[in-house]
């Protein structure tokens, strides 16, 4: 199975020092990387030597144009040359990709340099930038959605009301059973059941939180805010406490209860979706495909 996503607007980065952004297609395929890339991602917890060389090749190629920029020609040549040498070793690195690179612009930037021909600098530069972005469009999202992003699928999580482990993906048809089962009784105005959901709903949402460094590792130590904050956070909590203070009344406020689910819907549902799921997705699509 092949994800398509539509970009209506797509903001490019250029990781040089001018800016580009070249024709991409409406019509956008984010398929797995080449399996010659795991080799550089194989040791967690280690930079990719991918992305190492990566960074040699940009600092050089940046540190041209600032030589330029001072007229020291001397040092723009050393760069050129060591330019040269790490986007022509770039482009062995994985044979699926070696006709991104070109690696005849790279040899004309290094005789440009060497002649001082600011003409065919410029048009080297150019198609070399063309090189970088074309490529970084078309596979950075794939390459962070296989090596960057830790997958769902390992993930058990504890079930505080029936007590037994389940799968991230079980684990939040229950979340959204015990969510939706607040709402459908209280519209029925049994606000006893619609308190025991509001429970099991808020014992649900707080056992979530434990979830959250499987992946975020290294969140807690940095500051006071941790990632915890956003999504199962107290202000999550606060509601369902203002929900509960209603039911307690006898006489629940719709205006407030509405109010507050639509709160949690939005803050804590919605918004942990459209940061983690997109990713769960399209790795969930490559394992159907593998
Ligand atoms: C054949 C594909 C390809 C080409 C050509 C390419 N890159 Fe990359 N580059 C990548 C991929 C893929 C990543 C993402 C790596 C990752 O995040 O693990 C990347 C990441 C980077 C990064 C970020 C490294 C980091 O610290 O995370 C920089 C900087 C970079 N590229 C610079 C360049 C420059 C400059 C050029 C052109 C002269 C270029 N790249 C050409 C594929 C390419
Ligand atoms: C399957 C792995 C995974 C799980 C589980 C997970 N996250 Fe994330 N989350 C990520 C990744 C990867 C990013 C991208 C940025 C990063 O690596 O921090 C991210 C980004 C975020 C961000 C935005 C930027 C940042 O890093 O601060 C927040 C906020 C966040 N997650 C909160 C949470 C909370 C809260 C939980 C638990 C309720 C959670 N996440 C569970 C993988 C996960
Ligand atoms: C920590 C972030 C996070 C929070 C908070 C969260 N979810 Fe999810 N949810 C996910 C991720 C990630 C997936 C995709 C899981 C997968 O495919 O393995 C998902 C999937 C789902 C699914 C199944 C896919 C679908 O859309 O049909 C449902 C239903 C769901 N969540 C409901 C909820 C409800 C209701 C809430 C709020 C009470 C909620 N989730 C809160 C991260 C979160």
Request: glycine share 2%; net charge neutral; aromatic share 10%.
């Amino acid at each position: 199975m092949i994800i398509r996503i539509i970009f209506a607007a797509f903001v490019g980065i250029s990781f040089t020092l001018s800016s580009l952004s070249p024709a991409f297609s409406s019509d956008f395929l984010v398929t797995p990387p080449p399996k010659s890339m795991d080799k550089y991602y194989a040791e967690t917890g280690k930079v990719s030597d991918w992305i190492i060389q990566m960074q040699k090749m940009s600092t050089a190629f940046s540190a041209i144009s600032v030589s330029l920029d001072k007229k020291n020609w001397n040092v723009a040549e050393k760069n050129a040359e060591l330019f040269f040498e790490s986007y022509q070793k770039a482009s062995k690195m994985i044979p699926e990709w070696k006709e991104e690179f070109n690696l005849k612009a790279a040899n004309e930037l290094k005789e440009s340099v060497q002649t001082k021909n600011m003409e065919k600098l410029g048009t080297a530069t150019e198609a070399l930038e063309k090189t970088c972005s074309h490529c970084h469009m078309k596979n950075n999202n794939s390459v962070w959605v296989r090596y960057h992003w830790p997958s769902t699928e390992t993930i058990k999580v504890l079930d505080p009301h029936e007590e037994k482990e389940l799968s991230y993906e079980e684990y939040m048809g229950k979340l959204s059973d015990s969510l939706k089962r607040i709402s459908v009784n209280f519209e029925q105005n049994d606000f006893q059941q619609a308190w025991k959901a509001l429970d099991i709903f808020t014992k649900r949402i707080t056992s979530l939180r434990s979830v959250c460094s499987k992946c975020h590792v290294t969140e807690w130590t940095k500051s006071s805010v941790s990632v915890k904050d956003f999504f199962v956070g107290e202000d999550i909590l606060n509601s369902l406490q203002e929900i509960k203070k209603g039911f307690a009344t006898g006489e629940p406020s719709e205006e407030e209860f509405n109010k507050n689910i639509a709160y949690i819907n939005k803050r804590s549902c919605k918004m942990c979706h459209l940061v983690h799921q997109p990713t769960a997705a399209i790795q969930k699509a490559w394992k159907q495909k593998d």
